[in-house]
T-cell receptor, first 113, second 113 residues
Framework: DSGVTQTPKHLITATGQRVTLRCSPR?????VYWYQQSLDQGLQFLIQ???????AKGNILERFSAQQFPDLHSELNLSSLELGDSALYFC????????????FGPGTRLTVT | AQSVAQPEDQVNVAEGNPLTVKCTYS??????LFWYVQYPNRGLQFLLK??????LVKGSYGFEAEFNKSQTSFHLKKPSALVSDSALYFC???????????FGSGTKLNVKP
């Protein structure tokens, strides 16, 4: 158990809808990262937050947004969902920035129908 | 362009034999290199990292990796493979200039008894 929790485990929704994925980092970790894992595109870095502020942005679509709250938990919002958004979404946390190893949560499997 | 390449989709090894999982990278700044392992239906687990210093890095479960700057490689190795090492292995790099993370496509390691 990495200490990173993600909810929900599974999510099934329809095209055009909006969903929110939640992540609680390990105790003491200030950085949160979001990743998308799909069969055709592999593991893609989406975005990183550090202590409430956006630190780095990867291949995150404009339909997607994230935030990190004062208690350091993070939410990833996915809107106007398309079939291609079906994937496993991972959250990871680390003590600080990029020099430190990341601890991954179990993931949220999103299915868009 | 920044990237990580894992040239082998799958590596097959007999138990007790040495194993190597290959990784090459391309980043604009100093590379920060990581190896992660993923078991079925689980999140990624950190194995080891290279930030600076000795080119040979030792990590969890008897794994090690060698950083080769001239060949821009960071191959994962283990002297004696175990059946329980069978999993999906990801190489990752953080671009020191842009603070973004890139993951390879993953290599499935099969260790046969």
């Amino acid at each position: 158990d990495s200490g990173v929790t993600q909810t929900p485990k599974h999510l099934i929704t329809a095209t055009g809808q909006r969903v929110t994925l939640r992540c609680s980092p390990r105790s003491g970790d200030l950085s949160v990262y979001w990743y998308q894992q799909s069969l055709d595109q592999g593991l893609q870095f989406l975005i990183q937050y550090y202590n409430g502020e956006e630190r780095a942005k990867g291949n995150i679509l404009e339909r997607f947004s994230a935030q990190q709250f004062p208690d350091l938990h993070s939410e990833l919002n996915l809107s106007s969902l398309e079939l291609g958004d079906s994937a496993l979404y991972f959250c990871a946390s680390s003590v600080e920035g990029g020099n430190y190893e990341q601890y991954f949560g179990p993931g949220t499997r999103l299915t868009v129908t | 362009a920044q990237s990580v390449a894992q040239p082998e989709d799958q590596v097959n090894v007999a138990e007790g034999n040495p194993l190597t999982v290959k990784c090459t990278y391309s980043v604009s700044g100093n590379p920060y290199l990581f190896w992660y392992v993923q078991y079925p239906n689980r999140g990624l687990q950190f194995l080891l990292k290279y930030i600076t210093g000795d080119n040979l890095v030792k990590g969890s479960y008897g794994f090690e990796a060698e950083f080769n700057k001239s060949q821009t490689s960071f191959h994962l190795k283990k002297p004696s493979a175990l059946v329980s090492d069978s999993a999906l292995y990801f190489c990752a790099v953080r671009d020191g200039n842009f603070n973004k993370f890139y993951f390879g496509s993953g290599t499935k390691l099969n260790v046969k008894p």
